[in-house]
């Protein structure tokens, strides 16, 4: 019994910071272009790329 009064209150700060970390990810804003790097994909460019 000893052991979930110290497991619980430590769920909950782990709880607490998962959830900050991603308030701090929506202000930061990693998730404004989510169809980007679905569409960088489908591009056929190769000039980035040497070809030697």
Do not use: C, S
């Not at 991603?22 to 960088?40: C, S, V």
């Amino acid at each position: 019994m000893d052991v979930i009064l110290f497991l619980i209150p430590i769920a909950l700060i782990l709880g607490a910071l998962g959830l900050v970390a991603f308030f701090w990810t929506l202000e930061n804003g990693q998730y404004d272009d989510l169809d980007g790097a679905a569409q960088r994909i489908l591009n056929d460019h190769d000039d980035d790329i040497e070809r030697g």
